[in-house]
C-alpha cells in the first residue's frame, strides 16, 4: 500500500511539473471567466485532477495546452452552472457579423475580472482567449468546441459589450477584521506561541497545490515561517478580508492567506497560496 501511494505521489508530483508553465495560463482564464482568483484557482485544480487522471487512461499523451485548456474550459462552465453564474447558449448568433479584427484588443487586458461577469459566457471566453490569452481564432474555437465563425460572433459582440458596460460592480461590505488583526499581529511580532494558541483543534489547512492538513498536524505549518522574512498585512479580495504575504520586505505582495474564525477567534480553516504565486498578479488586493 505505502509503496503504490509512493508511485501515484510521484506521478503526481511529475504531472503537476509538466504542466508548470501552463498553469498560470489556466488560472488567468478561469479567474476572468468566473470574477474571482480564488474560484479560478479551485477550477484549476479540479481540471488538473481530471487531466491527471484522464492522461493516466490515455493511450498517448495528447498536445498538453490545447487539451487542458479544454478541460479547464468544460470545468469552469460545469461551475458556473452549479452555481447559478450567468451563462448563455453554447452557439453564437452569427448574423450580421462584420469581419473582426484579429489583433488582441488591449483594452480586455486592463480591466477588472469583475467586469468580464457582464458578458455571456461564451462572449467572455472568446474575449479572455483572444485579448487577455493571445490564442488565435482556431485555438479559441478548439478550446469552446465551437467554430471559428462562432469565435469571431462572441469575439465583435464581447468587445463592445465590455466598451459600453458600467463600472465594475462595488465589492461587498467586508466583514469584522479584530480576528484578523490580531493574528497578523502576533504573526509579525514572530510570536509564534501566541499564533498556535489561536488555531483550533480541528484546523484544516490547505496549502494550495503543495498539502492538506488538519488538527495538531497545523502546527507545524508554522515552522517554516519561522525562519522566513514573511510579513502579512489586511487587505480586501473580491468582498472579503485576507492576509497578504510580503516576502523580505517587498512593497508588493507575493501572495495571499484566506483565514476562517469560529465565534470565539479561534482559526478553523487556512488556505495559503504561497505555492501558486501567480495569482497575486491578477488579485485586485487592496490593502488596509
Excluded at 461564451?122 to 490569452?133: E, F, G, P, T, Y
Aim: hydrophobic share 45%.
Amino acid at each position: 500500500m505505502t509503496d503504490t501511494h509512493a508511485t501515484v505521489s510521484n506521478a503526481r508530483d511529475e504531472f503537476l511539473a509538466l504542466v508548470a508553465t501552463i498553469r498560470p495560463e489556466l488560472h488567468r482564464y478561469c479567474a476572468r471567466l468566473t470574477g474571482s482568483v480564488i474560484d479560478g484557482e479551485d477550477i484549476v485544480h479540479d481540471a488538473l485532477a481530471k487531466a491527471f487522471y484522464a492522461l493516466a487512461l490515455a493511450p498517448e499523451t495528447p498536445p498538453l495546452r490545447p487539451w487542458l485548456f479544454r478541460i479547464a474550459h468544460n470545468t469552469a462552465l460545469d461551475f458556473l452552472k452549479s452555481h447559478g453564474r450567468r451563462l448563455t447558449e453554447s452557439r453564437a448568433e452569427l448574423a450580421d457579423i462584420p469581419d473582426v479584427d484579429e489583433a488582441p484588443d488591449p483594452f480586455a487586458t486592463r480591466l477588472a475580472l469583475a467586469q468580464f461577469l457582464t458578458l455571456p459566457a461564451i462572449q467572455r471566453s472568446a474575449v479572455i482567449l483572444k485579448d487577455v490569452l493571445g490564442h488565435s481564432l482556431e485555438e479559441a474555437a478548439d478550446t469552446m468546441d465551437t467554430t471559428v465563425m462562432a469565435v469571431k460572433a462572441a469575439l465583435v459582440r464581447g468587445r463592445a459589450r465590455l466598451r459600453d458596460a458600467a463600472d465594475a460592480p462595488t465589492p461587498a461590505t467586508a466583514p469584522a477584521r479584530a480576528d484578523l488583526d490580531r493574528y497578523a499581529d502576533l504573526f509579525n511580532r514572530r510570536d509564534w506561541d501566541g499564533v498556535r494558541a489561536l488555531v483550533g483543534e480541528d484546523c484544516r489547512l490547505d496549502l494550495v497545490s503543495k498539502l492538506e492538513r488538519r488538527g495538531k498536524a497545523v502546527r507545524h505549518y508554522y515552522e517554516r515561517y519561522s525562519q522566513e522574512a514573511v510579513s502579512v498585512r489586511v487587505a480586501l479580495l473580491e468582498g472579503r478580508l485576507v492576509l497578504a504575504a510580503h516576502v523580505d520586505g517587498a512593497a508588493e505582495p507575493r501572495y495571499f492567506i484566506l483565514l476562517d474564525f469560529d465565534d470565539a477567534g479561534h482559526v478553523v480553516a487556512i488556505r495559503d497560496f504561497r505555492y501558486v504565486p501567480y495569482i497575486a498578479r491578477d488579485a485586485e488586493l487592496v490593502e488596509l
